[in-house]
């Protein structure tokens, strides 16, 4: 199991346990130095997609809770989280089509230069955030489903696990953004008996956990 570890949540964490809202809980706000954010494809955004589990095509991610994304570097067996961003934003949750467009920061602790060596997605179904964390365990709750890079396809040529597609870290960096490549989440359900309901709603289904 991995131990996810930052001297941020570590030092909020002290006295027990605590409800994650998201991902910035495991950074320390004051290392944020760069956005990290989809780019404008046309009129719409098409960076986050997801594999539809009944057709198998590939679909901007559906407007259910948040999807929230980490980058997240390994020292050993600890992973540390140095960045993040979600759809939860004006212009995905206000504009049709732009479903799958993430907005976040990167933190110094990448280091100018450098690529995350990971990348974790949690689907936040019910958007009530992304588990709890106490004593160094970090439980996701029952409707938060997770994915690492190898379950997502990068790139116009949709390769899998490639992260050197991830954008460097830079800063200073003038104002200029990070721009996340285009990300395909290719689940296999488990159990594989995911439907879509038929009022649009989606019924959850569990990922191993980190």
Do not use: H
């Not at 948040?66 to 980058?71: D, G, H, K």
């Not at 179904?125 to 439980?139: A, K, L, P, R």
């Amino acid at each position: 199991m991995l131990v996810v570890s930052f001297m941020w949540i570590v030092a909020q964490s002290a006295s027990g346990s605590i409800i994650l809202e998201g991902f910035t809980d495991f950074m320390d706000p004051s290392t944020f130095a760069q956005t990290l954010r989809n780019d404008v494809n046309g009129q719409t955004c098409d960076s986050l997609m997801w594999k539809n589990p009944q057709t198998e095509f590939a679909e901007i991610v559906p407007k259910i809770g948040i999807w929230r994304l980490a980058a997240v570097m390994y020292n050993g067996a600890e992973a540390y989280v140095v960045g993040y961003a979600n759809n939860d934003n004006g212009y995905s949750n206000n504009n049709a089509g732009w479903e799958g467009w993430l907005k976040g920061e990167y933190a110094s602790p990448l280091g100018d230069g450098n690529r995350p060596d990971d990348v974790w997605i949690v689907w936040d179904v019910n958007g009530d955030g992304i588990g709890s964390y106490q004593y160094g365990t970090w439980t996701l709750g029952p409707d938060d489903l997770f994915y690492g890079s190898q379950d997502l396809l990068f790139g116009p040529e949709r390769i899998r696990g490639d992260i050197s597609q991830m954008p460097v870290f830079s800063s200073p960096n003038g104002g200029v953004s990070a721009i996340l490549p285009q990300m395909v989440v290719d689940p296999i359900p488990e159990p594989a008996t995911i439907v879509l309901l038929g009022l649009g709603g989606l019924a959850p289904w569990r990922r191993r956990k980190p």
